[in-house]
C-alpha cells in the first residue's frame, strides 16, 4: 500500500501545455506548484498533520456546538411541554371546583336558600369572580348542569321573582330539565 494518494484535476490547455513542457514528471510539477501554493514541503509531513488536526479540531468545535444547541432546544420543549401540561392540569382542578362550585349553589336552591337566581344573583357573580367566567356563562351552566342532572327545580328558579311570576302566570313554568335540556332550549 503507497503513501500516496491519487489527485484527478482539469486544467486549462496552457496550463496542460505548460506541464508538458516541463522536464519533470506530471506528478513533479503539480507536487511542486501545491507545495508552494499551500506553504508546506512534502517532507514536513507534522505541517500536514497539523492542518488535519485543525480541520477535525474546528469540526469537532462546529459538532459540540450543534449539540449542544440541539440539547438547549430539547430541554427548551421539555420545559414548554411541562409548563403546557400543568395549565392543563390546572384547568382540570379549576373545571372541577367550578363545577363543583356549580353543584353547592344547584344544592343550595333545592334547599330553598335561595330559590330564585338570575344572571346578576349575588351567588351568580360569586362564582364569575372565582373562575373568571361571565354571569350569563355561569347561569347557563348552572341551567344546563341542573337539567342534565334532572334537578327538582323548575325554569322559573333561573329567573328574578317579577319574571318568574309572569312566566307562572302564564303557564311556562316546567321542570328545568324539559326546559333546558332534551331540546337545548333556554328557560
Known amino acids: 500500500m503507497s503513501d500516496e494518494e491519487r489527485l484527478v ?8 501545455y505548460l506541464v508538458d513542457e516541463d522536464d519533470r514528471s506530471n506528478k513533479q510539477v503539480v507536487i511542486s506548484a ?6 508546506v514541503n512534502t517532507n514536513d ?3 500536514v498533520i497539523d492542518r488535519k488536526i485543525r480541520r477535525k479540531e474546528e469540526r469537532l468545535e462546529q459538532e459540540l456546538e450543534q449539540a449542544r444547541e440541539h440539547r438547549d432546544r430539547v430541554a427548551q420543549l421539555k420545559d414548554d411541554l411541562d409548563e403546557i401540561r400543568e395549565l392543563r392540569e390546572d384547568k382540570v382542578d379549576e373545571e372541577g371546583s367550578y363545577e363543583d362550585a356549580l353543584d353547592t ?3 343550595e336552591m333545592e334547599a330553598g336558600d335561595f330559590p330564585q337566581v338570575w344572571a346578576t344573583h349575588p351567588r351568580v357573580d360569586d362564582i364569575r369572580g372565582e373562575h ?3 354571569n350569563e356563562e355561569v347561569l347557563y351552566d348552572l341551567k ?3 337539567a342534565d342532572q334532572e334537578r327538582d327545580l323548575l325554569n322559573t328558579n333561573f329567573m328574578q321573582q317579577m319574571y318568574a311570576d309572569t312566566q307562572r302566570r302564564a303557564g311556562n313554568e316546567q321542570p328545568v330539565a324539559e326546559a333546558f335540556g332534551g331540546d337545548g332550549g333556554d328557560a
Do not use: H, T
Open 144 to 146: 344546563q348542569r341542573a
Open 45 to 47: 509531513s507534522v505541517a
Open 105 to 107: 349553589l344547584l344544592d
Open 132 to 134: 373568571g367566567r361571565s
Open 9 to 16: 484535476a482539469e486544467i486549462p490547455p496552457s496550463l496542460k
Open 34 to 39: 501545491l507545495e508552494r501554493e499551500l506553504g
